[in-house]
């Protein structure tokens, strides 16, 4: 028969990762929901902290395509620069679509990372 014990022991990591990684991060955004709910979007706080959020996010995009880790530093310089080029062409070709922009530079980089080492 299996103890609790041991039935608990190999997801304790997972267990740790929700409280300490998840849990936290989650509780600020649902404050950011409840006192962002009276502000105007057009307001100079708003406006300063999408700003702050898309430069952090165009940081964090450079970061990956130019010093990858990983599995993502098997693909090559030139397709990784090309799924960035053709996912934001499709994701202004699709209406503004975020989905089919990532979906579309997916396919770019696996498929010129798959025939680069075939």
Not at 43 to 69: D, F, G
Not at 104 to 109: K, N, R
Request: proline share 4%; hydrophobic share 65%.
């Amino acid at each position: 028969m299996i103890t609790w014990e041991a039935a608990i022991a190999p997801l304790w990591p997972y267990l740790v990762l929700i409280l300490v990684g998840f849990l936290p991060s989650e509780i600020w955004r649902a404050l950011g929901v409840v006192v962002s709910r009276g502000l105007d979007e057009r307001s100079e706080i708003i406006v300063w902290v999408r700003a702050v959020a898309t430069t952090l996010l165009a940081a964090v995009v450079m970061k990956l395509l130019l010093t990858p880790s990983g599995a993502l530093a098997a693909a090559p310089l030139v397709a990784r620069l090309g799924a960035v080029l053709v996912g934001i062409g499709v994701y202004f070709l699709a209406r503004r679509s975020v989905i089919a922009g990532v979906i579309a530079g997916e396919l770019i980089l696996i498929s010129v990372t798959y025939f680069a080492f075939t």
